[in-house]
């Protein structure tokens, strides 16, 4: 699983982060605006799965509810 977590360090973003380090998730940060920017996200965060982008609300949904879990 290719997870990416877009992130400008806002509250939001760190409370993904939080909860993807201790699930123990694998994970690349990406704090690069022109990356965002390019891939079209009007506001951070965004986790991406797979390909597949997720705001803060459904990235928490997918987190709680065991959408990560290998």
């Known amino acids: 699983m290719n997870i990416t977590l877009y992130s400008s360090g806002c509250p939001k973003c760190i409370v993904l982060e939080k909860k993807l380090n201790s699930l123990g ?3 690349s940060l990406n704090n690069d605006l022109d990356a965002m920017i390019s891939k079209g996200f009007a506001q951070v965060p ?8 997720y705001d803060f609300v459904e990235a928490n949904n997918l987190i709680n509810n ?3 879990n290998a």
């Open 46 to 53: 965004v986790l991406e799965v797979d390909g597949e982008s």
């Open 25 to 27: 998730v694998d994970y």
């Open 66 to 68: 065991g959408g990560l």
